[in-house]
């Protein structure tokens, strides 16, 4: 259910709303909208009546949310959530770029790699310190020395970082680092990780689960939303289908489907969505074309000696070749770039 207030409500209005929720042993939401406030509540609301909240002078309208997610509907928020990092926002029109290795491998490839990326303006890096991967025999991650590598790398060169937490025991050590946490696609649903992360002050991308539907991805980014915390961006990074030829399909049909449903932004992952490098390229520009909110590309100086995804990550002189034809296609679909593309 959600309450809009009315425009001149006081902080005591909204008080007197959220204490009446919480009366009902249902829990408040504070929403705030471009024009109003709006208060989202989730628990049994079944048991509320909506004339016992129209009755309240600061009260405009109630309304009943019918899809079995709430907090990240657009029928709760109807405008776009944009997250502030300081000098950079995503969501909106901006267009973000979130760039760097699979996984930290040594102090000296993450700075090597990050170096190249800050020359290109590219504000987020990502890289994995903690590594799920299918084979118990395959690189884990260099764990607690990988994140701090990207301390390091964070105070040395001022980039935002994103990096993966593949379970609640590293938490407290990833939040420290990290700007936004990512849950990766094998723990979309874990849904004791997804409450703790919703209980942190770091931005979370969720990534779509190899076998989950759209409508699952925003079950899942409920959980995170329940908790309290409200920057949560989806990220579709490629589903299993009967295709064999790519690694994963690329299910883009899931950026303005999800777009329709909730005011999340989404970032699409082509570099997982299709395990190709030189195929990365045209299906970002499709990301873009079809209104993602940004890119999550794995790129590394030497992709043949990648310890993970090698095979699907571009070199930094490619990924300048992309910046530039991304660059190319924002004012098209009216995006703002938020890096600065320096092709040589
Ligand atoms: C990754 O981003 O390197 C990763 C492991 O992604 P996913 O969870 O989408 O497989
Ligand atoms: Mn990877």
Not at 173 to 199: K, P, T, Y
Not at 216 to 225: G, P, Q, R, T
Request: hydrophobic share 40%.
């Amino acid at each position: 259910m959600l309450i809009i207030m009315k425009l001149d409500s006081t902080r005591q209005d909204i008080d007197k709303v959220m204490n009446k929720i919480a009366s009902r042993n249902c829990v408040p939401h504070e929403i705030p909208g471009a024009s109003k406030l709006g208060i989202g509540i989730t628990g049994p609301t079944n048991l509320l009546i909506e004339e016992e909240f129209l009755g309240l002078d600061s009260v405009e309208e109630v309304i009943r949310v019918t899809k079995p997610y709430k907090l990240v509907s657009r029928e709760m928020k109807p405008d776009d959530t944009i997250i502030d990092f300081e000098d950079t926002k995503i969501g909106g029109e901006e267009l973000t770029m979130i760039a760097g290795p699979c996984s930290i491998e040594s102090r000296q490839q993450l700075f090597d790699i990050a170096g190249e990326l800050k020359e290109m303006g590219i504000k987020f890096l990502r890289a994995g310190a903690y590594k799920p991967r299918s084979s118990p025999y395959a690189f884990q991650g260099l764990k607690e020395k990988g994140l701090l590598y990207l301390s390091e790398v964070k105070k040395e060169l001022g980039l935002k970082i994103v990096t993966e937490a593949k379970d609640t025991k590293s938490l407290p050590l990833i939040s420290a680092v990290a700007d936004i946490i990512q849950i990766g696609a094998r723990n979309m649903q874990n849904f004791s990780l997804l409450e703790e992360v919703g209980q942190l002050p770091n931005a979370i991308l969720l990534k779509r689960g190899m076998a989950a539907t759209i409508e699952d991805l925003l079950m899942s980014a409920e959980y995170i939303l329940s908790q309290g915390n409200f920057n949560v961006i989806l990220c579709e990074r490629g589903i299993r289908t009967f295709e064999t030829m790519t690694r994963n399909t690329l299910d883009l049909n899931a950026v303005p489907m999800i777009k329709k449903h909730s005011h999340l932004p989404v970032i699409v992952d082509p570099s997982h969505g299709i395990g190709i490098w030189d195929k990365v390229q045209p299906m970002a520009m499709a990301a873009v074309a079809c209104g993602a909110d940004g890119l999550m590309i794995e790129v590394h100086n030497h992709p043949e000696q990648a310890l993970s995804d090698g095979s699907q990550s571009l070199t930094p002189k490619n990924f300048k070749k992309l910046l530039e034809k991304i660059e190319q296609l924002a004012p098209i679909v009216e995006r703002k770039i938020n890096y600065y593309a320096q092709v040589n």
